[in-house]
């Protein structure tokens, strides 16, 4: 069993910056790939950026491809999203995911946080 709590969420005006944090806690959780996603309202459940187990291979969604970065220290159990020069469409609930695998796929992670609200205004 793996628990994920994201934080670092929050309103910022375009072209700010935000870090996101997700902190995990359970058995083998260093094993487990992350991502992160994002939900806006209406909308379904995205993509945003992976990384695997050992930080050795990451992967990022086009729309955000540039401008997000994300990273992980095992050693804190601590998967991280640092996003800058945020636009108004960045506006979502942000979640983390483990997955024992890779995928871009919601359907395919295997636990998820509760999320943090991101909000960027022009």
Do not use: H
Request: proline share 2%.
């Amino acid at each position: 069993q793996v628990q994920l709590v994201e934080s670092g969420g929050g309103l910022v005006q375009a072209g700010g910056s935000l870090r996101l944090t997700c902190a995990a806690s359970g058995r083998y959780v260093s094993m487990y790939a992350m991502g992160w996603f994002r939900q806006a309202p209406g909308k379904e459940r995205e993509f945003v950026a992976y990384i695997s187990w050992n930080g050795g291979s990451t992967a990022y969604a086009d729309s955000v491809n540039g401008r997000f970065t994300i990273s992980r220290d095992n050693a804190k159990s601590t998967v991280y999203l640092q996003m800058n020069s945020l636009k108004p469409e960045d506006t979502a609930v942000y979640y983390c995911a483990a997955i024992r695998g890779s995928s871009r796929a919601p359907s395919q992670y295997d636990y998820w946080g509760q999320g943090t609200q991101v909000t960027v205004f022009s």
